[in-house]
């Protein structure tokens, strides 16, 4: 099998080694010279077999996307197969596959979760399409995913759009859980009675029952800024728990958790706030994203974890 993938940023260069690693070929398109394989969109397409492409794009949601699917759209052909895997808001899923399905091209969304800790661990998937070409696709999806049973990694959650709204979910869900060890940590904090704020949530992470992956990341970010005094308080939020609010106000869906947790963030951005500072600290540590330096204006960008970071348990 051989496949092609556009977007070789923090995800999609690690996408495409995974995928690599199982011993299915990938060329990989990116605006980057350092990092691309190929000069451009087309010369992409033209490196894939005629007739059976697969085209993975992994770009960031809105505008970006829309430009690379409607160019994609020129120059595939019937019986390709355009996968979105970035963070795209599940209602563009539907125009998007009308387009392509003028054209005879196949479309499926993904969303995709695993942040830059994929490339050793793997990546859990929700996807929606029609079951012929999520079946057509499955061994790059089993090269993604993490080891052991595939239900525990991978869902074809249902028709197209339904990958990109479980993801969404997913995150604000994912808003909510870091909301509440950030306020946890910031209660330890603010109490003398508890001298070691670091030993005590470490203590946590074996038996307890708020033991979890994000968890282990907030403690390997206090190992390594006891007080978290190098990170500046600000988190930004990406739109998928906009989305998911939107979504629980629209269905009548009771959703006070992901809602305080969105809400909080914005509050984030109005003056300092340790919850916050944990916040950023595991939004860095899992997902390689931006943040302020304490005392600063400007983000800087942590791409990779830091060295000696905590590792998530596999599926």
């Keep these: 099998m051989h496949i092609g993938l556009v977007g070789l940023g923090k995800m999609g260069a690690n996408m495409r080694q995974r995928i690599r690693a199982a011993g299915i070929d990938v060329t990989g398109y990116d605006r980057n010279p350092d990092v691309t394989d190929v000069p451009s969109l087309a010369a992409l397409v033209d490196a894939l077999p005629a007739g059976d492409r697969v085209v993975w794009v992994m770009v960031p949601s809105g505008e970006i996307t829309d430009g690379v699917i409607t160019e994609l759209a020129g120059l595939l052909t019937a019986g390709d197969i355009l996968i979105d895997g970035g963070n795209s808001y599940y209602q563009d899923d539907v125009p998007h596959a009308e387009l392509l399905a003028t054209a005879g091209i196949g479309f499926i969304d993904a969303g995709v979760s ?114 978290l005094g190098a990170i500046d308080d600000w988190v930004e939020d990406s739109g998928e728990g906009r989305w998911t609010v939107d979504e629980a106000i629209d269905l009548a869906v009771p959703a006070p958790v992901i809602s305080a947790a969105l809400f909080a963030r914005f509050a984030s951005r109005q003056g300092e706030s340790p919850a916050m500072k944990a916040v950023a600290a595991l939004r860095q540590q899992f997902g390689g994203h931006a943040v302020k330096p304490a005392g600063t204006t400007g983000p800087i960008s942590s791409t990779t974890p830091a060295a000696g970071a905590a590792v998530p348990p596999s599926a």
Aim: net charge negative; hydrophobic share 40%.
């Design 114 to 227: 695993g942040g830059v800790w994929g490339l050793a661990n793997g990546y859990g998937l929700m996807v929606g399409g029609d079951a012929e070409s999520v079946a057509r696709v499955m061994p790059v999806f089993d090269a993604l995913r993490p080891e052991g049973p595939r239900e525990e990694g991978f869902v074809h959650a249902g028709t197209v759009g339904a990958g990109h709204y479980s993801k969404m979910v997913h995150n604000g869900i994912e808003y909510g859980l870091m909301q509440a060890y950030a306020e946890g940590y910031e209660l330890l904090a603010a109490k003398d009675l508890v001298t070691d704020v670091h030993g005590t949530m470490k203590a946590w992470q074996r038996g307890t029952v708020v033991r979890s992956w994000l968890l282990d990341l907030l403690v390997q970010a206090l190992q390594q800024d006891p007080g």
